[in-house]
């Protein structure tokens, strides 16, 4: 037959052949056993996830710059997209391992840079882990639980944040909800299990190179279940179980030996370690440490081992975290962390119900046989959730409430699934009851979590209420009402149970968010340490310490000062930075009113107003949380003769290089890392740096944290001493520039 000919229905290049027609309805139609309605819903529910994150995505800018600079400097250097580099030179890393910047980079690489480029992938992201949760949660317990399951977790106001953000959780969420769906899928089978198996550890040392040890939370869950419930003999058990954890090593292993291996003289230093070693990174800063709180290099860390101790000043408070001095901490921890007031809005909307939901599950399940799927799954989900939740809620280390976006898709498959078992189980009383206890429970909590915003929205948490009640009433009778009925009084309770974190999630849509610690939910809601926070009310908290005295400034409450690090006099304040009322210093000169951005001069850069898409309850720190807003002159300056340095610039803290590294898309060392804290490069390095004409400039942070706060005398504050007692000075746009080739 001819291939050209139109009419051959064996052209593949004819869209309108049978074959080509059989397939888009079979795409269309699903599984021929679906009802009609499956298909299209699932593929709806995947086309509204994604316009609901698409939304207004640009209004994030360029979201962390941490990280969008390294995204920049991997699609400038293949050798700084290996390493995850936070410049395209590769002075320093950025302190995670690189797989959540490679999306990110591959698209800046083929795109251009820009906002979009940067959070498209997180976006897609976001869509595929509501896909695989769905697949997951439907193979067992059908098409309806597993689009509760895909709902709920889209409008988790966390989820909706951090699948439109670019920090690595996005990747990790998916990573860790495809190892689920791998191992579930390993427990229906004993023939081909262990195929699964191998992909669920791909799945999981890929999730390790995402964010680490955090990837290994839920690993002793997985095997557990795995040994206990699988088909087959337990010696076979073990066997594929061994496969599995092959297929991690070498998926974790294979990026971790090449750098362990890589002579340290011709790689990037590893940022977050004071030792240049990923393996120290990985134990300690973002490992051991994230449990104990003894992070070596971090903000009011311990410093073991040399590291360097970056204690705050008596007083100072960072978002999370107890007051500054020795010891610190991230908030209280304990049971009730995940109900508190700074994380029960990102995540605990439906945690109750699902705690409930999954005891009754495992009632209704008790007496299957030993390799029932159904007990199994409630055994990997729920018990997927009760290990991330212990060691979020008793971590006393470095914790944000963003981390707990790991949560929602095991909590979210609880629901759907404890939905579906207790309304197939609803003739019977106590069934229904739990129904009806878990949407009472839901509404309560609810009416709760709504009341800690009265100004927003108050009439909400009373429909709520109103609403969860009444399902809650007509689900208890679920067994002897029409079915018509019944499926009406559970629509309510859903649409009641959704109410609050649907609110919180378009809340979080309608703004940006910037910086390196963001929340989701309304502006005005719950701050670090219960501080309200929102427009007008400062980005960032703090405790007062003497007088209310900041990191370089002067006075207290009422007085004179109100002082942000390394400026002048201040305006009237209330000696807080920032966050009262009342004009302060900002960083690099010039007034601000309570507000950073927002009003007056912004760190390292010109006049400004608030910063498109702010996280208006977060800020900057001197530079240490968000970067800085680089005017046309700066950006002018840096760009004059560019191409004869290897860094058109070095700033201390990775946000504040960033800042000018994304404004040039030109390398810019990062002094210290993140916090400048690592010691890298050292004062020597430096110097040598300056002597062979690599830098053209020093951008002065304006003091404070991550403007020379730690590092000692051969670190960061070293560099700092010396750029400013050997060379000229000029202040461009608000910004002290130090020129590395004019000394005095």
């Known amino acids: 037959m001819n291939p050209a000919n139109p009419a051959n229905p064996a052209n593949p290049a004819n869209p309108a052949t049978p074959a080509n027609s059989a397939l888009l309805r079979r795409w269309w139609r699903g599984r021929p056993e679906d009802a009609p309605w499956v298909r299209p819903a699932f593929l709806g529910l995947l086309l509204a996830t994604a316009a609901l994150y698409l939304w207004n995505l640009s209004a994030s800018g360029y979201a962390n710059s941490f990280y969008s600079a390294a995204a920049q400097a991997g699609s400038q250097s293949w050798k700084a997209f290996f390493f995850g580099s936070l410049d395209a030179a590769n002075a320093i890393t950025v302190d995670k391992p690189p797989a959540a910047l490679w999306p990110m980079a591959l698209s800046v690489r083929l795109f251009g840079l820009g906002s979009w480029q940067i959070l498209l992938p997180e976006v897609l992201m976001g869509v595929a882990t509501v896909g695989v949760l769905y697949a997951a949660v439907r193979r067992r317990f059908g098409a309806g639980a597993g689009l509760i399951a895909g709902v709920v977790l889209a409008l988790t106001p966390i989820a909706a944040l951090m699948f439109r953000f670019n920090n690595p959780d996005a990747l990790l969420a998916l990573l860790m909800t495809g190892a ?62 061994g496969l599995g954890g092959l297929a991690l090593i070498v998926s974790a292993g294979w990026w971790v030996a090449l750098v362990e291996l890589w002579p340290a003289s011709s790689r990037p230093y590893i940022g977050g370690s004071q030792n240049n070693s990923f393996l120290e990174l990985t134990f300690g800063y973002n490992g051991l440490g994230r449990l104990n709180g003894d992070e070596v290099g971090s903000v009011g860390g311990g410093a073991r081992g040399g590291g360097t101790a970056m204690d705050l000043p008596a007083g100072v408070e960072l978002p999370g975290r107890g007051a500054g001095g020795p010891g610190g901490g991230w908030g209280e921890t304990g049971i009730g962390r995940m109900f508190g007031e700074q994380v029960g809005g990102q995540i605990s909307w439906l945690l109750p119900a699902a705690l409930l939901l999954l005891v009754a599950g495992l009632v209704v399940t008790w007496r299957a046989s030993r390799t029932d799927t159904a007990r199994a799954a409630f055994l990997v989900w729920g018990g997927s959730l009760l290990m991330t939740t212990a060691v979020f809620s008793f971590m006393a280390g470095i914790f944000h409430e963003y981390y707990t976006v790991a949560m929602a898709p095991y909590l979210a498959a609880l629901i759907g699934m404890g939905a579906a078992v207790l309304w197939e189980e609803r003739g019977r009383f106590a069934a229904s009851a739990a129904l009806a206890a878990s949407v009472a429970v839901t509404a309560g909590w609810g009416w709760v979590l709504l009341g800690r915003t009265p100004d927003w929205l108050p009439w909400l948490r009373w429909a709520v209420l109103v609403a969860g009640c009444a399902a809650a009433l007509a689900l208890l009778l679920a067994g002897r009402l029409d079915r018509r009925i019944g499926l009406a009084a559970a629509g309510l309770g859903l649409a009641a149970g959704l109410a609050g974190p649907f609110a919180y999630t378009l809340a979080t849509l309608a703004e940006g968010h910037q910086g390196s610690i963001v929340t989701a939910g ?84 010109g006049q400004a107003p608030a910063l498109p898409g702010e996280d208006t309850r977060r800020g900057t720190i001197g530079g240490l949380l968000n970067g800085a807003a680089v005017g046309t002159a700066a950006r002018s300056r840096l760009l004059a003769d560019a191409d004869a340095y290897t860094w058109v610039a070095a700033a201390v803290g990775a946000q504040n290089a960033a800042s000018y590294q994304l404004a040039t898309e030109k390398p810019v060392m990062a002094i210290g890392g993140f916090n400048g804290s690592d010691p890298s490069p050292t004062l020597a390095q430096f110097k040598r740096y300056v002597a062979e004409g690599r830098i053209h400039y020093f951008v002065a942070s304006g003091g404070g944290i991550g403007g020379g706060f730690g590092g000692g005398a051969g670190g960061s504050a070293g560099i700092t001493s010396w750029v400013e007692s050997t060379f000229e000075k000029v202040t461009v746009d608000g910004a002290t520039f130090y020129d590395l080739t004019s000394r005095k």
Do not use: H
């Not at 198996?197 to 869950?221: D, E, H, N, R, S």
């Open 522 to 605: 309304p502006a005005g809601m719950a701050g670090p340490g219960g501080m309200r926070g929102g427009p007008g009310n400062g980005r960032m908290f703090f405790a007062e310490g003497p007088g209310g005295q900041m990191p370089g400034g002067q006075g207290g409450q009422g007085g004179q000062g109100g002082q942000m690090p390394g400026g002048g006099p201040g305006g009237q304040g209330m000696g807080r930075f920032p966050g009262g009322p009342g004009a302060g210093q900002a960083p690099g000169g010039g007034q601000a009113a309570g507000r950073l951005p927002g009003a007056g001069q912004l760190p390292g850069g």
């Open 180 to 241: 689920v769906y791998c191992v579930l899928r390993a427990l229906e089978l004993d023939r081909g299990a262990a195929r699964w198996l191998v992909w669920a550890g791909v799945a999981l040392g890929f999730a390790f190179l995402a964010k680490t040890l955090q990837a290994f939370l839920i690993l002793p869950v997985l095997a557990l279940v795995y040994v206990v419930c699988a088909p087959g003999g337990f010696g076979r058990r073990l066997g594929r179980l």
